[in-house]
């Protein structure tokens, strides 16, 4: 066995080496990660992140690269994919309840959206047409113009950086945009606190949050959804995308990065763009708002490359 592969020796894992992670993001572009280990079980997981922590091993956790920028040179270290079928279910009836459902981490956002309407269970709508996993999301804390993952929060169960379980309960948890209180670390599952409704109604609900959402987004396209996020201007959070558009960015390019004709605060893709000119651009975009509107965006995109190790 390799020096690599030993380090995971006798751990419940599948590891692959040398893996294009950058492809596997929406944007479909960037660079490798040394390591892309898939756990089998809760307990395989808990070692894994306690070894990591141990060897000081950079670990970082990929949901689905929905809201990520893989550096062209890739990424060193450990990198998680929770999608063994451990990490992917849903069960109904959480804690003997019809309105609470566990949510394991590495569960499709899209797939959640659709079970829980077909059985009649609201308070995840505003989830429908965001790609993801159900701990991408709550790291995120992604959702729109109809809440946040947030809002349906029961707790949250986590990994420490020493691989101790912890669990959040909803009232401990301050869910912002974009952003919460919970700490650095690795999201196992959450609880997700519903409303019983007539499934007809939830789904034609679920249907129009969709339909707007194709309308105002090209979500055909590659990209990780809004590249910055909407800064607070007099105490008013205010849209990067408006502010992108009047700073006259659209159609913007750096190489095979653009910034989308649909949705100014989207960069999309093309087939000979690397993750170099989707920086550049985001900085071209950043400069190009500060110069016209006198505004600082930041960007909502999180961003690997080998220089960074932290955990997520
Ligand atoms: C077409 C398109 C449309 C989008 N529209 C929206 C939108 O309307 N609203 C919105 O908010 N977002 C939107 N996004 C962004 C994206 O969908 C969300 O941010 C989503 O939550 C990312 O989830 P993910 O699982 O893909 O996370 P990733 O992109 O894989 O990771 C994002 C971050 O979460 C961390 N992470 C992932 N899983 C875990 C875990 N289990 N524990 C701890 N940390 C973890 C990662 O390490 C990383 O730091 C859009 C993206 C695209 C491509």
């Known amino acids: 066995m390799s ?25 479909g572009i960037g660079g490798t990660a040394d390591m892309l280990v898939h756990p089998r079980s809760e307990e395989a997981l808990g070692a894994l992140v306690e070894r990591c922590s141990q060897s000081d091993t950079p670990l970082r956790i990929f949901g689905k690269g929905a809201n990520l920028l893989v ?13 063994h079928e451990s990490f992917t279910r849903l069960r109904f009836n959480a804690e003997g309840e019809v309105d609470r459902v566990l949510a394991m981490s590495g569960a499709d956002l899209f797939s ?14 505003q989830m429908a047409g965001i790609p993801g996993t159900i701990g991408g999301a709550i790291r995120m804390n992604a959702g729109g113009m109809n809440g946040s993952i947030g809002d349906c929060i029961e707790s949250v169960t986590c990994l420490d950086e020493t691989g101790q379980r912890l669990v959040y ?15 650095e670390g690795l999201i196992v599952s959450a609880i997700l606190r519903l ?42 959070r205010i849209s990067a995308g408006r502010l992108i558009d009047e700073a006259g960015c659209k159609g913007m390019q750096v190489g095979g990065a653009e910034v989308s004709g649909q949705h100014a605060n989207f960069i999309t893709t093309g087939t000979d763009a690397t993750a170099t000119h989707v920086r ?11 110069e016209h509107h006198g505004i600082d ?7 690997w490359s080998r220089d960074d190790r932290s955990i997520t």
């Open 3 to 27: 020096k690599r592969g030993h380090f995971f020796g006798d751990l419940d894992v599948d590891v692959q080496f040398d893996v294009h992670v950058g492809a596997m993001t929406w944007f």
């Open 71 to 83: 550096d062209d040179s890739g990424v060193d270290g450990v990198v998680l994919k929770l999608d």
């Open 112 to 125: 959640t959206v659709n079970e829980l309407a077909r059985q009649g269970l609201d308070g995840f709508s």
């Open 169 to 183: 309960d909803g009232s401990q948890l301050d869910f912002r945009y974009r952003d919460s209180n919970l700490p």
């Open 195 to 236: 409303e019983p409704v007539d499934p007809v109604k939830l789904r034609e609900k679920v249907m129009e949050i969709f339909a707007y959402k194709k309308s105002t987004q090209p979500l055909s396209d590659q990209s990780a959804g809004c590249a910055f996020r909407n800064p607070v201007i007099g105490g008013e």
């Open 280 to 290: 550049a651009l985001m900085e071209a975009v950043q400069s190009r708002v500060r």
């Open 297 to 303: 965006i930041e960007p909502e995109v999180v961003i």
